[in-house]
């Protein structure tokens, strides 16, 4: 079980604001915003020619989803963990 999959199941707004820093409302309203910024930000990359096409095929990762992407960035800002501990969170 990953951290994101904990988190999810955290039913208490002070424990989920320990973890991220925000309250779930926050998050939930804040993961559209952060999906339009994330698919800008892959499209400049291609039209920079940075990438040369945009990722679709192989595995998906662990960061697979933008709720999963926008929790790893708040609790790496909000705990500061080593790459190691990350390593083993995720």
């Not at 999810?8 to 998050?27: C, H, P, Q, V, Y």
């Amino acid at each position: 079980m990953t951290v994101f999959d904990q988190f999810t199941e955290l039913k208490r707004d002070r424990t989920i604001k320990a973890t991220i820093g925000m309250s779930r409302e926050k998050f939930d309203a804040l993961v559209p915003a952060f999906a339009d910024a994330y698919d800008q930000m892959l499209q400049e990359k291609l039209r920079n020619k940075k990438i040369k096409c945009l990722p679709k095929g192989g595995p998906s990762g662990v960061l697979d989803t933008h709720e999963k992407r926008l929790f790893f960035v708040l609790y790496y800002l909000k705990t500061d963990p080593t790459f190691d501990v990350l390593w083993f969170s995720f």
